[in-house]
């Protein structure tokens, strides 16, 4: 397996370096840098107090906790390309009908790293057939 090194820079005093229990785990937890309070039905951007960089060929998502949606906050999805290189912030909703308090140091979403696969865009006059499989069947066509 081959190993990539993500590069961590602390931007604030409450900026920690992501981290995860287990050698095994997908993610690495972020933590917020500031107290915030979350109304319900709102959308809070987090401060993490960090800037993470990963190498030329990876990107990484921003991605949500389990222990948090069990709450109804939720994260909002964030796809970070490896030249980005400002502070992280990590978008939440409130989905309950409480104000949630987020607190420095809490975890509040984490970090995924992907490989990202060379492609390319063609246009072309006809689909190939090789891609023709599925037809134009939509939402719902391949059953429950």
Sequence with gaps: ???IKLEVLSLDKNGRLPTRNLETDAGWDLSASEDKVI???KIE?????IAVVCPKGYYYEITGRSGLNLKKITSIHGIIDATYCG?????LRNESDNCY???IGDRIGQIIVHQVIPTYVQGVGEVSEE???RGE???GS???
């Design 1 to 3: 397996m081959n190993t």
């Design 39 to 41: 109304f319900p039905g």
């Design 45 to 49: 951007f987090v401060p993490t107090g």
């Design 87 to 91: 502070q992280l912030f990590v978008g």
């Design 101 to 103: 308090e987020i607190k």
């Design 131 to 133: 891609y023709r499989g």
């Design 137 to 139: 069947a939509g939402w």
């Design 142 to 144: 391949s059953g429950k």
